[in-house]
């Protein structure tokens, strides 16, 4: 039998393209456009044959065929087959395929196939690949894989890519990756570069995972609140405990610890974003879902929420989440609402987690524990942490620790964390080590820097400051400050400011007080002020008093209230003084008053210096002393003798004790 060349695209099956493309259907309606266009048996003009409705193409080739056309007979049985029409279509292609027409023989395969004959389907399909038939080639490739025949599944695959068949070539690139070949990119390059939205996509996630760390996968969409588990602490002494912010996936390109992921090669993530979009752009939901993410990471939001929206409305869940996410940040919470709900009533856990957190922050606080056992049923850890913290937020402490505990043997580091914190408060600090570890180990900054707190309150600071310098190394302020501390004691004032200045940098007054002691004694004795001497500019150190003044940091106000002063302005130092005094520094109220004292306000300095005194302040108490005596009230002076000499310090208390006595004669006299 002589098989003539192809007249007509052939017609690929369903049943093989499903499986890793879905634009099998495209695949064969452009195959029935490309047979017609080819048969040309009549008198008809082509416009005329561009513009017949199907049923007049039918109509057409069946006359043709008929008459014993060839080329219709082939055309009818693929018009016949794409229907469903088994029936009328089979002996058309049988008899095409007598006459030796490829295309027919490979309809025939897909036909006998879609009926339960798969080993005499693939006995055509041999008939039209040896005959160069490359859908056929390709066909029979998937039959010898589907067996577990792989070297004669390659050989066939091979003969369909070679020839520029789209689908052979992303058959064989999957085939490829499969057995860890390097080769399957080439192919699936082959087929992307032909339109396969499905080979565009894998290619994508091949370039995007070369580009970066090993390990990592691709983007990641799914987002939540940054630093889940921290709330607020003071400075290195208390553990790091569970807040109440609801806790999702990490933000995408986030990595563990808190550390920046090294930003990978832009080449191969441009030419990724490229592939991607591609993708998208033929409808491939998951290919738009990943250029939304690729988008919101680089701060374009409208387009990424473009992509977000067409991949959501094509039914991916993470999509919806995701645009949930950005209609939230643009601050449209029912719209965030509505998308979370879709993409959670289609098995996302992130959403309902998301919608836990939503309504938790109403005050719905049943309606928040249903959705977070929703993201917990749909296999979300977080769902069990955040019943944890919901728990906890209420003082439901045993229902907590049964949450934090599931989330915890399931793999969640915060979860075992915030468990660790729950039983160290309950007094079972061996209890609490083991999960501390275990946290820490996995990554938990937070947990690193109670370790250290743990081993600090039994007074092995060796032990205790190696957590430290791991929780610091991975960007935890108060861990920093602490190891900042430990070298400040230690006499490394080189180590000591650099981890001070991180942890200064992050946000901790503490950090930023101590930083600028350290800069200070540094500093040369400025000398007296010289009346109409022009200022200085403020120093580094004086910056960073500043920093941890306008962070509430009393100690650092009343400095930066000194140092004010020394330069001659009183207002910015009754400023400053006065805030600290306010805020109960004795120091503050002691130098507000000299302040005030000198400036003539003598009233309005008694009434700090008399809080100072109450707080503890001798020098305060020995200024209302004299005070008194000036104005004869010598009892009153003595009663202020006496706080001064029992608040000291030695010279003050000296100072007092002579006065008391000399007000003693005067009242004995």
Known sequence: MVFMGDRATLLETGRFVQRHARNAADEIIEA?????????????????????????????????????????????GALLLRRGDLDGAEPYLRGATAEGDRAAANNLGVLLHQRGYADEAAGWWRVAAVAGSAPAAHALGRHHRERGDEPAAEYWLRQAAEQGHALGAYALADLLEHRGDVGAERWLRAAAEQGHREAAYRLALALERRATEPGRGPYETGRGPHDAGRGPHDTGSRLRVPGGTASAAPPAGAAPGGVTDPAPPKGELTEAEQWFRQSAARGHRRAALHLGAILEKRGDLKEAGRWYLSSAKEG?????????????????????????????????????????ALHAARGEQQTAERWYRAAMDAGDVNGAYNLGLLCAAQ???PQAEQWYRRAAYAGHREAANALAVLLLQAGDANGAEPWFSKAAEA???????????????RDDDRTALVWYERAAAAGHTEAALQVGIAALRDGDERTAER?????????SAEAAFRLASVLDARRPDPGPAVLGAPRDEKTECEEWYERAAQQGHRRAQVRVGMLAAGRGDLAEADRWYREAAEAG?????????????REG??????????????????????????LAARRGELTEGRHWCAR???????????????????????LTA
């Open 601 to 626: 306000s003598e009233r309005e300095a008694a009434l700090w210096w008399t809080r100072a005194a109450r707080a503890g302040h001798g020098r305060a108490a020995l200024r209302l002393a004299l």
């Open 443 to 457: 990554g938990s900054v937070d947990a690193a820097f109670n370790l250290g707190i743990l081993h600090a309150g």
């Open 499 to 507: 981890h001070l200045r991180c942890a200064a940098g992050g946000g």
């Open 316 to 356: 991916e869940a993470k999509a919806a989440c995701a645009l949930g996410f950005l209609l939230r940040d643009a601050g449209d919470q029912e719209s965030a609402a509505v998308w979370w709900l879709r993409a959670a009533q289609d098995g996302d856990g992130n959403a309902a987690n998301a919608l836990g």
């Open 395 to 397: 003082d439901r402490i």
């Open 585 to 597: 520094s004795r120091n503050g109220a002691f130098n507000l008053g000299l302040l005030l004292a």
């Open 32 to 76: 029935v456009g490309a047979v017609d266009a080819a048969v040309d048996t009549t008198a008809e003009t082509d416009a005329d044959t561009e513009n017949e409705t199907e049923t007049e193409s039918e109509a057409r080739h069946r006359r043709a065929a008929e008459r014993g056309d060839l080329a219709s007979m082939s055309a009818l």
């Open 644 to 666: 001064a000499v029992e608040l000291g310090p030695a010279e003050v208390a000296e100072r007092a004790a002579r006065l008391s006595e000399a007000l003693h004669q005067e």
